[in-house]
């Protein structure tokens, strides 16, 4: 299993530009978040995707989107880049199930906006 | 408003050592407390999940509590390695949050040979 896999790994862009970070599970897990990580930040919650189908607003959602393409695949996008969503994003999973709610997470996606 | 806080923020040790990290929470209405290592450029790694009902939870040289009524739960690393060195975070599942983390801002952990 490869877990959660995220691209790309790095991004570079320019003011305005737009684009979109890819994460898929091999889990099975119904459940799927973005995050961005900044320091002195901590992990901050943008989207996350309770089930197939479902989309909800986390702690910082002003200025992307995001697509839960099918069970497997969750997408965000950035549609006018600004240097202030310049951060490590990260991906993560996890199944609802009772005893088996950890979140997993990807390796990660360091984007620069200049 | 849940909010999760780790102390030290920082911690350097003599390899050998035995250490705790603690982790503290201000809404004990959570379902599980999970701690994460994060080493740097990568993504976090989960190490040990406790349920709301567990008191600790073990896995080799890691061994992390949780005080669910008093907001608190400790990471405790034995015979510490260099291997050992990276930011450990806590995060919080509340029971109002749906199935949300909630993160402390980590500790950042060198382990000196």
């Known amino acids: 299993n490869a877990g959660v896999t995220q691209t790309p790994k790095f991004q570079v862009l320019k003011t305005g530009q737009s684009m979109t970070l890819q994460c898929a599970q091999d889990?099975?897990?119904?459940?799927m978040y973005w995050y961005r990580q900044d320091p002195g930040m901590g992990l901050r919650l943008i989207y996350y995707?309770?089930?197939?189908?479902?989309?909800d607003k986390g702690e910082v959602p002003n200025g992307y989107n995001v697509s839960r393409l099918n069970k497997r695949e969750f997408s965000l996008r950035l549609e006018s880049a600004a240097p202030s969503q310049t951060s490590v994003y990260f991906c993560a999973s996890t199944s609802l199930w009772w005893s088996h709610n950890e979140q997993f997470f990807g390796p990660g996606t360091r984007l620069t906006v200049l | 408003k849940q909010e999760v806080t780790q102390i030290p923020a920082a911690l350097s040790v003599p390899e050998g050592e035995n250490l705790v990290l603690n982790c503290s929470f201000t809404d004990s209405a959570i379902y599980n407390l999970q701690w994460f290592r994060q080493d740097p450029g990568k993504g976090l790694t989960s190490l040990l999940l406790i349920q709301s009902s567990q008191r600790e939870q073990t896995s080799g040289r890691l061994n992390a509590s949780l005080d669910k009524s008093s907001g608190r739960s400790t990471l405790y690393i034995a015979a510490s390695q260099p291997g050992d060195s990276a930011t450990y975070l806590c995060?919080?599942?509340?029971?109002?949050?749906?199935?949300?983390?909630?993160f402390g801002e980590g500790t950042q952990l060198t382990v000196n040979p």
């Open positions: 995060a919080v599942r509340g029971e109002t949050s749906g199935s949300r983390l909630t």
């Open positions: 995707s309770a089930s197939e189908g479902t989309t």
């Open positions: 889990m099975n897990h119904n459940s």
